[in-house]
């Protein structure tokens, strides 16, 4: 089954409100990443994560090992934020090797 | 942040042609990955690369794939003969280790269209 499943699948807020994304693994974790994927494809890497709390502006990831979760907070969304975002989480024998969720598409309106 | 490159980043082709798609990783790093997303689908781990040797492939790296990186110099996956099925964008990655606390950098993709 899926190792990595990612909530909601997609999420349509109003700018100025705040989106909340889920990403839970079913195996240990070793590495986690988060990334945006802009409409046209390309990735923007967001957090490095493990375990713990991490801070980038109005973005926040929480990885919390025992619980076998990541979030990805986003405070006071503009329309800019809208895209799809993924979670990654690394192999225990091989790192670099990445399954990736299916991602959230995120649409902020206006 | 450390920088992967990806060139170029669209490519259209004719089905059965050869293509080389060419990416330029982080200039100390020592593991390099391609990974395949077909459009609206999920990314997907291809294949990677260390030493010169390919370490672990997925049941997506075909016998038409190949990778190399000859003389330190681009990473660089080949497709030979290309297909329709191929037509998807492909991420190059690379990162300094493979083991605790890896954090892999992406570049920005190649778009690849066989026609």
């Known amino acids: 089954g899926q190792q990595v499943q990612q909530s909601p699948a997609s999420l349509v807020l109003q700018e100025g409100e705040n989106a909340e994304l889920q990403c839970n693994f079913s195996?240990?974790?070793?590495?986690m990443q988060w990334f945006y994927q802009r409409p046209g494809g390309s990735l923007v890497s967001l957090f490095y994560?493990?375990?713990g709390t991490k801070h980038s502006g109005r973005l926040t990831s929480t990885t919390v090992i025992k619980e076998r979760r990541s979030s990805l907070h986003i405070s006071s969304s503009q329309t800019t934020d809208s895209g799809t975002y993924l979670c990654a989480l690394g192999m225990n024998y091989n790192q670099g090797k990445l399954i990736f969720g299916q991602g959230t598409k995120l649409s902020i309106k206006p | 942040g450390p920088k992967v490159l990806q060139i170029p980043s669209h490519q259209i082709i004719d089905m059965g042609q050869m293509v080389t798609l060419n990416c330029d990783p982080v200039?100390?790093?020592?593991?390099f990955y391609w990974y395949k997303q077909i459009l609206g689908q999920q990314m997907e781990f291809l294949v990677n690369?260390?030493?010169?040797?390919?370490?672990?492939k997925s049941k997506l790296f075909k016998d038409q794939f190949s990778v190399e990186r000859p003389d330190g110099s681009y990473f660089t996956l080949k497709i030979q003969p290309t297909a329709l099925e191929d037509s998807a964008v492909y991420f190059c990655?690379?990162?300094?280790?493979?083991?605790?606390?890896?954090?892999?950098?992406f570049g920005k993709g190649t778009r690849l269209t066989v026609v």
């Open positions: 195996t240990s974790l070793n590495s």
């Open positions: 994560n493990p375990s």
């Open positions: 200039s100390n790093h020592l593991y």
């Open positions: 990655a690379s990162s300094l280790g493979a083991g605790a606390n890896t954090e892999v950098f």
């Open positions: 690369f260390y030493n010169g040797k390919v370490m672990e």
